[in-house]
């Protein structure tokens, strides 16, 4: 049985997201992600705005005129959320935690991908792989994967992406467009992530919370590391504590988005309390040019 809360919760994404979705389709997903086929299916006379890639060069030279290919666009696709759900994700300094986002997230990429006849699966992970349901299509599916980014209790807290990425290339063989939601706290990836993008279209959505950026003056208080559990006393009201902190913040970004570059991957940067169909619009817009 689902507890009734576990239903309520369903039941507010299913509307907070349903115009969500909307927007998303309305803002070129299908566009995005499918632009060119992959299969060719035959040959036809050139036309003006045809791309000149295109152009069939060997019936071309065989011809007067030139010649294009047309490929068969693919009808499904296969989307993968792999989730982060470790201990890093409870902190929120807003009326939002990381953990409500990259629920609201999941849904609603999954209902996005849904409602245009793709198959979606999830991998929630923390320092180990939680849970992995492989791609399906149908909204009960859907609600499935809605239930499991809400009620999964983690049993690690520590955060390995290099345990989800190779969990993903043994099980996965055919080519996925795969969205890694994370905040990034983690380390020594790098080889693990560049194997999977050779086969994979991998997209990193990157989560982040505006009080990580800076420390504020708030006095003497006592953190704890949500991940190891480490506890330390901080004294917030040194302006040499604070900057400290700030160039570790940006000594850490700074090397999650030059590895971002090396692996030419491009990133969606999204933090708690900001409405999630921004950034991922203006992202699809960006791939529909490109293609």
């Known amino acids: 049985m689902i507890p009734k809360e576990i239903i309520r919760k369903i039941r507010r994404i299913q509307i907070r997201t349903s115009h969500k979705v909307d927007e998303l389709l309305a803002g070129n997903w299908h566009s995005a992600f499918k632009g060119r086929g992959i299969e060719f299916e035959e040959v036809r006379p050139y036309q003006i705005g045809d791309d000149v890639r295109a152009i069939d060069w060997n019936v071309t030279a065989r011809s007067d005129r030139p010649f294009v290919k047309l490929f068969r666009e693919e009808r499904e696709l296969a989307v993968m959320l792999l ?3 470790s201990g890093s994700q409870h902190f929120g300094s807003s009326e939002q935690t990381k953990r409500e986002l990259v629920t609201e997230l999941g849904a609603t990429l999954a209902m996005s991908a849904i409602r245009n ?30 239930r499991d980014l809400l009620s999964c209790q983690p049993i690690g807290s520590g955060t ?51 009080r990580e950026t800076e420390m504020p003056n708030v006095g003497l208080v006592r953190l704890q590391d949500a991940e190891s559990g ?58 529909e040019l490109r293609r």
């Open 83 to 85: 989730v982060d759900i």
């Open 230 to 287: 480490e506890v330390i006393s901080l004294d917030t009201s040194s302006r040499r504590h604070r900057e400290v902190y700030r160039q570790l913040y940006r000594a850490q970004t700074e090397a999650r988005d030059n590895l971002f570059k090396r692996l030419r991957l491009d990133p969606i940067y999204i933090t708690t309390g900001q409405d999630v169909v921004e950034p991922l619009r203006r992202y699809f817009h960006k791939r």
């Open 160 to 210: 390995s992406i290099r345990k989800a990425v190779e969990h993903l290339n043994r099980t996965m063989k055919r080519r996925t467009v795969v969205f890694l939601i994370s905040d990034f706290l983690d380390k020594d990836f790098e080889p693990v992530l560049r194997v999977a993008r050779k086969k994979h279209d991998i997209i990193p959505v990157v989560v982040s919370d505006p």
């Open 117 to 146: 006849n793709d198959k979606v699966g999830l991998t929630m992970f923390t320092d180990h792989v939680e849970k992995s349901i492989r791609p399906r299509k149908g909204s009960l599916h859907v609600l499935r994967l809605i």
